[in-house]
């Protein structure tokens, strides 16, 4: 029994020490694997793959960037209707027009940049005639909204503008991956034809990312300006009605003739007397 637990306990170092040393080298063998093998390179992102490979591309689509960005903000710093048609610019107007102070309508008009002072403006300076007037005052709408409308415009030029700019730089991408693969006798290894391909495609991603802000903006922007133009033009011709000159009134109908009176002296006028009838011949 004794032999049979030392003979036991033996078996149990054998396999142990078995185990051990297998583990061991396969340890080993993926160590060797590892060090042989090389190593993978990391994925980058699409800013570091920008921002690491520069061109011409890149910087024309940056600087319009920038240029979207403040016309955005601009944009809708502007288009308000507390800075189009503010409310105390048209009340102002109403209490000169109550008071018929239009020396003093025309003096604020003339230095006020709201909407409707800029359009009552030009028609007061025809007064008084209200056909005059009222074409003048039309036109400085017209004016004032297509000023309102070029404001925006650039952003409609700019979001169809960034599609361009990145195929452009895709094209340009394209043509040096392959040019780069032809010089190596068609014999580039794919990750390299693959990164060449993906910087390619950065700048479609750059122009979509500087098309797609604009053109929603310039959407927005748009409806917004016509309905404030349309609200200021409408709150124009309001006012122009308020001071509109009086008309000269309609002539009365003409009262019938009265007789004249006989003069002392004057011959006396004498009718023709009536023709007598015919008489009918007897048989």
Known sequence: MVAMRRYSKYRVFILAALLGLAVLAVGTGWAQEAAAAPEKPKPMGVFSLILNHLDF?????????????????????????????????????????????????????????????????PALKRAPSFSAMKEAMETAVGEQTAEAFRKIEYLNILGNLGPLLGLLGTVLGMIDAFSAMHAAGGSASPSELAFGISRALAHTFLGLALAIPCLAAFGVLRTMTDRLTTQGALLAEELLLMIKPAEAKAPSAMPAPRPVAAVPGAPAVRKAPLPAPPIPAQS
């Open 57 to 121: 591309v890149f910087v024309i689509i940056a600087l319009c960037s920038v240029i979207g960005v403040t016309l955005i903000i601009q944009g809708f710093i502007k288009t308000r209707a507390s800075v189009m048609i503010p409310e105390s610019s048209t009340n102002h107007i109403r209490e000169l027009i109550g008071q018929r102070q239009f020396k003093e309508l025309i003096e604020f008009t003339e230095s006020d940049p709201s909407f409707v002072s800029r359009a009552l403006n």
